[in-house]
């Protein structure tokens, strides 16, 4: 099982999928509309380090998170 | 040093807090860099949400840079709602040269802006309003599109 | 606001008076720069002349200059003699924007050093001796020789 | 009467010379052995205004100032 989790003002509960790679995340998100505006401009983390590539094998109990457009200060 | 608070920054105490902790260390810059909450578009303050786990790996790796060039650097930051004219954020670069020190602050506030998993929201009429007109995409962006 | 002290300057209670009296002026960022004496070559400490005139019309000119771009910039400066790990100046901008702000600090800092009407003096076994090596000729130097 | 005075580490007393104008103070200096190692690096003001030129005719009373190398800070 792996989690996904939605931060900062992404208003989504965290979903568990059975999956083994980030492309089956994009196709499982891409068809949920409430993220259609989100997944152009979200980084992609696995357990707390940000990824830039797709091509990231993942195993059970690992951690996803999607980070939207950032502000601080 | 990276530190948190609840709600507003209490900046004097910050920055005689940093100063003191460093008087002896021997470097002849401190550059403070304090940001306040401005009175415009009609909002009554701004609100913040962090992601801990990756600002402290990104503040980690500026504490390595800095321990490159012989410099420390320092940041708070407030989670939750700050109101007008109250502080949300300092970040701080000691350093022996004032060279490096002008450098550093200068790059380490504009990374902030671009990279540190914060998120900001407007506080207007009682909402608490995503400033998504304001955010930057972190570099890499868009791979799940 | 330019203020001089003789001996060491009080650091955290002109940061905390500075960022006070711009708490409700809508400033965005407030960037300090704080120069503390170094322990090297063997000094005890460093002694300061200042030629008042001359660096209040320069700091005017400084004054007008953070006008023009909305900011508002401020000065302390010791007299006299300030022993290692004190400090002996401050510069600080306020600023409603954070470009604003780094930049003009770092050209203010840079300024200063190359054309403030300042000397420098090692205090070295009871000796005051001037820091010429690490001086700066004033722009337009040497027009009597 | 002009007074010239002498800024920072320079160790000399003021002087109160008849002048009309900067080049004859630039000559009375240049005569002066204990000058030399300041005048290539000194800055001039006239009446608290730095002057970047000799061309600057002197009335009485005028302050000329002498400024050597400054490090502030």
Sequence with gaps: MVKVEFLGPIQKEALELEIDNLNEVAAILQKDDAMKEWLDNCAVAVNDTLVTSLECALKDGDKISLLPPVCGG | ?????????????????????????NYGAYIP???????????????????????????????????????????????????????????????????????????????FKASAPIWKYDLKNGQRIYAKERSTAIKGSGILA
Tied chains: 1, 4.
Excluded: C
């Excluded at chain 2, 948190?4 to 005689?16: Q, W």
């Excluded at chain 2, 109101?83 to 701080?92: G, K, Q």
């Design chain 2, 1 to 25: 040093m990276l530190s948190l608070y609840n709600g507003a920054l209490d900046v004097p105490k910050i920055l005689k807090d940093w100063y003191e902790a460093e008087a002896k260390s």
């Design chain 2, 33 to 111: 860099f304090v940001g306040t909450v401005r009175s415009e578009d009609g909002i009554d303050g701004l609100s913040f949400d962090i992601y801990e786990p990756i600002l402290e790996s990104w503040f980690k790796d500026w504490q390595k840079k800095a321990k490159e060039k012989g410099a420390v650097i320092k940041m708070a930051h407030s989670r939750g709602d700050v109101m007008l004219h109250e502080s949300s954020y300092i970040a701080a670069v000691f350093s022996p040269k004032r060279r490096v020190a002008l450098e550093f602050i200068d790059e380490f506030v504009e990374d």
